[in-house]
């Protein structure tokens, strides 16, 4: 044992366990820093099918976690994305089981128009390498549409520009389709609304557009955001009617802008866009109507005029005959001459020609001949053809046709004929019946039954009483009966 012994060192710290320390910590710093603004730059981004969004937040020499609950993440107008300069609204926190603190982020927007167009930049970059804005994907616009579908909201003045404008050129159908032009639900309503009218049926009870015009007043970066997400652009894209995005005033441009087939600068130039001006077309068929009236006139006036001039170009029928008659007189002078000349040589090979009896038996002879070599190649010829008819009868299966079942159709036939008879008959007697009832109802008994009466003077029926006191004999019926009076 020592001299001197060293005490053991007191110590007046308290000791805490590894969840008290960590609650401590959590009290501190949300007391501390309740509700804060941060800026800086989306890191890494995730969401789970939780609905949650879990991100980072940093700048050039620090990182701090964030998160965004389900029902505020889906309230958003803009979700994050990744390298987005934004603004964080939330309070610090800690998580005890990782031992770091966080943000529980209540609102979040991008610092400044900057990172929105930086966003819509990616963006529109994204797309255009898809090949969304080629104009090969361009759909071309009806001349004269039926009916017109609107995307935009029913409250606003575009509506009523567009209704004015179709109004004043062309009148046609228009089927507005409300949605909400800013604000979270923007884009998804814009979207559905493009898809909705796609899927209408052509020509059904709620018929489908022939063109659709995407519509919205003008206003800031952000009031228009909504058209510049991505669902909204594809939705267009994929869109089978043709379709004008009139989104803003003329120097507004969002997404849906490049990919539509048509950007109109204002609503009012889509309605324009849309329809033809009606005085117009009706000025451009009276000038077609005019102009082929005039065609067919002048060409009616050439044609008469080239008649004409062919008609003064031919000879005149006098001259045309002049020939012909002279041909004709000079052969009927020479016709008595060569009759004679050919009668006399006919007469002189037919005394040359004269018929002998050894001449007509050889040619007698010969015919025989010939007759003999005809005859003896007959027989053959006979018996072939008929051994052929004989093969090809044999060859040949003859049937009786079916009688019975052409009996059976028959029958049947006259089934059907019969009962469509009975029923027609059946229904004119209930046709007929029906119009009987209705007489009836519809006569003058049926009114004498409900307490009235019919008056007849002197056998003719009369409605004042001058008639009654002329008459000698006054009848009048009733419902059960008539009395004379």
Known sequence: ?????????????????????????????????????IRGEVGRVSRPRSGHMYLDLKDDRSVISGIIWKGRADALPQLPEEGMEVVATGKLTTFPGQSKYQIIIEDIAPAGAGALMAMLEKRKALLQAEGLFEAAHKQPLPFLPDIIGV???????????????????????????????????CAAEVAAAIRGFNALTPGGALPRPDLLIVARGGGSLEDLWGFNEEIVARAAFDSNIPLISAVGHETDTTLIDFVSDRRAPTPTAAAEMAVPVRMDLFAALDNQGARISRAVTQGLGLRQQ????????????????????????????????????????????????????????????????????????????????????????????????????????????????????????????????????VRETLGYKETLKRGYAVVRADGAVVTTAQGVEDAAQVEIEFADGRVTV
Request: hydrophobic share 40%; aromatic share 4%; net charge positive.
């Open 151 to 185: 995307v935009t909201s029913p409250s606003g003045a575009v509506i009523r520009d567009i209704l004015h404008r179709l109004r004043d050129r062309f009148p046609r159908k228009v089927l507005v389709w409300p949605v909400a032009v800013q604000g979270a639900k």
């Open 306 to 437: 080239r008649v004409r001039d062919l008609a003064r170009a031919l000879p005149q029928s006098d001259a045309l005959l002049q020939g012909p008659r002279q041909r004709l007189d000079y052969l009927g002078e020479r016709l008595p001459a060569a009759l004679n000349a050919a009668a006399a040589k006919k007469r002189v090979q037919l005394a040359n020609a004269a018929l002998r009896p050894a001449v007509l038996q050889r040619g007698i002879a010969e015919q025989r001949r010939r007759l003999d070599t005809l005859g003896a190649r007959l027989d053959p010829a006979l018996q072939r053809r008929v051994a052929d008819a004989g093969a090809k009868l044999a060859g040949q299966r003859l049937t009786p046709p079916d009688l019975t079942r052409k009996r059976e159709r028959l029958d049947d036939w006259l089934q059907r004929l019969s009962d469509r008879a009975a029923r027609q008959q059946d229904q004119r007697r209930a046709r007929l019946a029906q119009l009987d009832r």
């Open 1 to 37: 044992m020592d001299l001197f012994e060293h005490a053991t060192p007191a110590s007046n710290a308290p000791e805490f366990t590894v969840s008290e320390i960590s609650g401590a910590v959590k009290t501190m710093i949300e007391g501390e820093f309740g509700h804060v603004r």
